[in-house]
């Protein structure tokens, strides 16, 4: 156990906290890491910061290169697609499996996610946790909802993806009336609509990806082969 502001704090929560600096964009793709840097900033140890990159880099999102150091991967479109893939298979085969009599105490809870959604004062991350709270409260309508925890485990470089593109739009509210679509057809037991709708919305990624990289492309892994050179200020070449 590590020891943190006077508190325990276990290994999987030095973990967690990485793994969501990283998908935050907290620590930005490409960023050089400093296991010194990051147990200080933290307040542990370096035993339970390089196991948390150890498992992160299992996961893709963290590259470890010999005698050269440990960066932030870069967003990688084929890990983005299959994701991607992944997610819109089972989010549509959840919509097939909609009861007819939907729980009504769920619709109006989802009804309550859109309402705040249209807040103008929400940031960022306010509104993805309302975005993932929505989509899993639409799994949780054809009970499925203990599946969304093996999405999310699997989507780490598509959620990346998906808050640089929130950074490039003025506003969510283009997302959020998306997901009224989305609802309305749901609820008016249309799912044909409800499907064409999801995709749509959940496709939209990919333009974004192609926007974003256009103009910063060092965000983006281009060759799995290409190495780091870590200087004073990190570039990859």
């Known amino acids: 156990m590590a020891q943190t502001n006077g508190r325990r704090t276990s290994r999987r929560d030095i973990y967690l906290k990485l793994r969501q600096m990283v998908l935050t964009l907290e620590l930005a793709p490409g960023a050089a890491l400093s296991e010194n840097e990051l147990a200080a900033s933290l307040g542990v140890s370096r035993t339970p910061v390089r196991e948390s990159l150890i498992l992160l880099a ?14 932030v991967s870069r967003v990688d479109p084929a890990q983005v697609a299959d994701a991607q893939f992944l997610r819109e298979a089972v989010e549509l085969a959840s919509l097939d499996d909609l009861p007819g ?20 004062d929400l ?6 946790a309302l975005d993932e709270a929505f989509h899993h409260g639409l799994m949780r309508l054809s009970g499925h909802g203990e599946v969304w925890t093996t999405v999310a485990a699997a989507k780490g470089h598509l959620d990346r993806a998906r808050r640089l593109g929130l950074h490039e739009n003025v506003s969510p ?48 892994a281009a060759d799995a082969s290409t190495v780091p050179v870590r200087r004073n200020v990190v570039v990859w070449e």
Request: glycine letters at 6%; proline letters at 3%.
């Open 173 to 220: 509210a283009v997302f959020a009336g998306q997901h009224h679509e989305i609802l309305d057809a749901v609820v008016g037991g249309n799912v044909p609509l409800a499907r064409t709708a999801m995709r749509t919305h959940l496709r939209a990624v990919f333009s974004d990806i192609e926007r974003i990289r256009a103009h910063s492309p060092e965000l983006f």
């Open 58 to 71: 299992q996961e893709g999102l963290v590259q470890v290169f010999p005698k050269i150091g440990s960066f």
């Open 123 to 128: 940031d960022l991350e306010e509104f993805f």
């Open 101 to 120: 009599a939907l729980d009504s105490a769920l619709v109006e809870e989802l009804r309550g996610n859109l309402k705040r959604q249209r807040h103008a």
